[in-house]
Each structure stands twice: as C-alpha cells, then as structure tokens.
C-alpha cells in the first residue's frame, strides 16, 4: 500500500495528485502545482521546465488531464479509511498530524511546508518555495529550513532579521540592535562571517591542541627510548665485564689444574735426584690469589635509578591523568519518572517544559510537585562524571537523589523537598544566583562567570559529590555523600513563564566514548 501511494503523489506538494497532468519528458504533477511553478517573471509562454529533470519543454505546451492516472487516484482514495474509522485511529498518529506545518499559500488544498520564509513569516510548500527561487522580487528574501516558530529566529526586540553577530556580547542581533539598540557602537560581523571565523577558530584550537599532543608524545617517546637505551647498554657493559670476569676465572683455573698435574706426577717420581733437584732447584709457581666476586660489582643500581625516575614520572602524570573527562558518560532519562508537565526528547538525552497544554484529566495523578525527571542509570560504587548543558535558562534545578525519592510506586515519596532533605543534593539557579541545597540548608555560591554547561562528579568511593564549571572546569561545591542507597541523577528544567525559560536542559553527549581502565591497559 505504501509503494502505491508513493507512485501517487505529487513531487512537488508530496500529497495526492488533484487533477494530475503528464509532461512529455513523462512527470506526472497536479495541474495547479506545476501552474504555480510555471508562475515566474516571464512570459506566461514559456519557458517551461520540468521541475524533476530540468529538462526544458515547448513553449506552445497545453496541459491536459490524464484521466487514466485521475482514475487510479480515485480507486485509492475510495479503498481509503472512511471518516468514521478515521476518528478512531491512534493518539500518535493525531499528534504527528497536529505537528504538521502546512504551506500559508495552499488554502483550498493544504499541502506540507518545507520551508519558511523570515521576510515574509510565511511557511512554504516545494512550489512556493520554488517561486520564492525564481522570481526576482523574492530571491531577497531569507528562506529556511521550516519552523512553526519564524519569530524565533527573529529580534525580540525589533522584529527584524538576525543578520549579523555582536562580537563583544557573542549574540546573534539585528541591524537596528547595532544601529539605535543595545548593542549600538558595538563591533557586529555578518552571521556568515562569524560563523566561519568560529569555525577556523575551532580548527585552530583542534590543531593546536593535535600539536600540543604530538609534542608530549614526541617527549615521551624520546624518554622511553633514552631509558631503554640505557638499560640496553647497562646490559652490554654488565655482559661483557661478567665475560671478562669468567675469562680470568677460567685462566685461573687453569693453571691450578696444570700445578695439580704437576704436583701429581712430582708425587709420583722414583728417581731421588730429580725429585730433590725439581724440588729445590725450580722457580716456585706464583699464582694470583683467587679472588671472591664482589657482589656490589653486579648491582644494577642504574637499572634501579631508570625504574624510579620512569615511576617519578607517571606520578606526575597521575596528577592530571586520567582527567575527569575521562569518566564522562551520558545517562539516558528515565521518562517513567518524568513529571506529566515535561517532555523528553526521542533520544532521552533533552527535558523540557511541555509546550502544548496538558489535559490533566487523562494524564497520570502527579506523584511530584517538582517538574524533574530521572536518569534511567543509578551509581553505587566508583567515579561518575556527567555534563548538563543549560546555556542561557534562567531557571533550572540539577543535582541527585536517592532511589526511594521520585518513584511513581512510592506516591507518598515527593521530591517537592529536593535539597532541603538528607536524601538530595543539588544547584540551583535562578537568575544568575547559584545555591547549593542538601538538608535544609542552602549556600550561596560565588560564581564569576555564567556557567552554560553544569558538571557534576560521583566519587563514591571517597563519598564526594562535585559540580563544576564543565567548561573551565572550576569547582564550584562539593558535597559529602555518605549514602548507601542508589544515586540517580535528576534534571529539572523549572517552569517556563512566557516562554524565557523554554530552553531544554540537555545531557552532554560524546560518541566515542571510553573508560579509564582502557589506560592501565
């Protein structure tokens, strides 16, 4: 069924052909789709194209009705869910249907938006986006991706574009911000342009940082070499001392072999007088005393010296390595927990506050007066280290909580009192404030600069619970966990008023990510 609506539809509005017409290059197009294509600043004669191949058409063209596709259109729509059946098709499919944006323009037939013009603060379908292309009057115009909010790409202030890029304040504004408004006198670049010079500028961060590496791996690397090197000549110098040493040893012996021989046929002589003259007559044998080998000769306490200054410097590395980066993960949330007032985003790594009215009558009875949620993952044992990107909201609640805290089984249980119970550690900010809250006690942080990305460290074996400044990674408190219980993280991204505080909190994610341990290995 799939693969005969497809044949069906209109590549231009996506939707059913209306009065489908058949070009000679053989597309097939609603009559008043390719009509609206064709509608450019020429001569209504020409030139036609198809909007498919390109290919250019015969400016005498006269559309016509193809009957046998109209036909076929018919007997699908006919084999179609009637209304009554259509009314009681699932809850996802009337939401995936009230998410669509149609085109402004389509009003007898609404077809799909693609596209959303900023100029205009019009939403437009393939056709029109098309036109917007081709006639002289529009290709001014900003066209985008589609959005049902254009006004938020737009200056709150002066509902203009936002064109260029304050480069003091490092936010998008419109020309009257740089000309009459807040950010007058201040130096502004064109969006494009700053966002080329951000982008050079992280190249040069990554390729600085890229040769920064290469340097310490080229040190290290000539230490390692040094050091074998070392241990590689103290082993030749050693061996050939020891082989000098066993040439001596066997000389040595030697000769007390030939003193033995001699003594032993001495022994044996008969004749006297040779005996006495061979007696008294010869040069006594001067032998060297065999010596003892002095043990300290073949100490390798150069081998030793290598080992410990190999060991000096890994423990200046263990200062900075593995860094708290390296136990970064990303918990999925858990939207069980989540209050019926948020929304979770598809891959469970965004909360926000719900954008459409809920009916409190079908949703769940609230079993928390906080709007949190939950990571699916909890910690007992070991170090954990998490990033919630918060950006510019002005309100938001981030910390942990207990696993008997917040659990739809347990209704009796609120997290309402996170932080002000023995249970709950969190920040809290409010408009540029910071407090840290645990057990009815609350501490006001000194906090220099807007933090935009919260870290937070578990290390549960030395019962600390950390937050920082992910992104200059300054320690902004620590907690003392003493807890036996389960940790679950816990997001909450407080109530939106007037839309200022629509923003989503969202868990900082990495692709490649790696454990620790991979650096003993």
Partial sequence: MGTVE?????PVCQDIFTDPVTLPCGHDFCL???????????????????????????????????????????????NQPSAAELQSTTSSRTTKSSSTIHCDHCIETPTVAIRTCLTCDASLCQAHALLHQQRSALREHTVVEV??????????????????FCMEERVPVCCLCVLVGMHKNHKASQLHEACDDFKKSAADFRER????????????????????????????????????????????????DNLRASSKSLLQETND????????????????????????????????????????????????FPRMWSYLSSPALDSSTAHPKLEISQDQKKVYWRRQPVDEALSPQPYDSQYSVLAQESFTTGRHYWEVIVQDKPYWLIGVT??????????????????????????YHADGQYLACHDTQEKQLSVGKRVRKLGIMANLQKGELSFYDADSMTLLHS????????????????????????????????????????LLD
């Fill in 6 to 10: 497809e044949a069906l539809k209109c």
């Fill in 32 to 78: 008043t789709c390719i009509q609206a294509v064709w509608e450019t600043d020429v001569s209504h004669n020409g030139p036609f194209f198809c909007p498919e191949c390109q290919i250019f058409l015969p400016s005498d063209l006269t559309l016509e009705i193809n009957t046998r596709l109209q036909n076929k259109v018919k007997d699908f729509t006919a």
């Fill in 147 to 164: 959005t049902r909010d254009p006004l938020s790409l737009k200056c709150r202030e002066h509902r203009d574009e936002l064109k260029l």
């Fill in 209 to 256: 940082v890229s040769d920064k590496y290469s340097r310490i791996r080229f040190v290290l690397n000539g230490d390692e070499r040094l050091m074998m090197q070392i241990i590689d000549a103290e082993e030749t110098y050693m061996t050939e001392w020891l082989e000098a040493q066993k040439a001596i040893m066997e000389a040595q012996i030697k000769e007390i």
């Fill in 273 to 320: 007088l040779q005996f006495l003259q061979f007696f008294y007559c010869s040069d006594p044998l001067d032998l060297a005393p065999v010596q003892e080998v002095d043990r300290d000769l073949c100490d390798p306490e150069k081998l030793r010296t290598v080992e410990r200054l190999v060991d000096d410097l890994s423990v200046a590395l263990a200062q900075h």
């Fill in 402 to 427: 207990t696993g008997s805290v917040h659990k739809k089984d347990s209704p009796n249980q609120s997290s309402s009192s996170l932080g002000v119970n023995n249970t709950s550690w969190c920040i």
């Fill in 479 to 518: 907690f003392c966990v003493q807890c036996t219980a389960p940790l679950f993280p816990m997001l909450n991204p407080c109530i939106d008023v007037n839309g200022l505080n629509k923003h989503p909190l969202t868990l900082f994610l990495i692709e490649d990510s790696w454990s620790p341990q991979s």
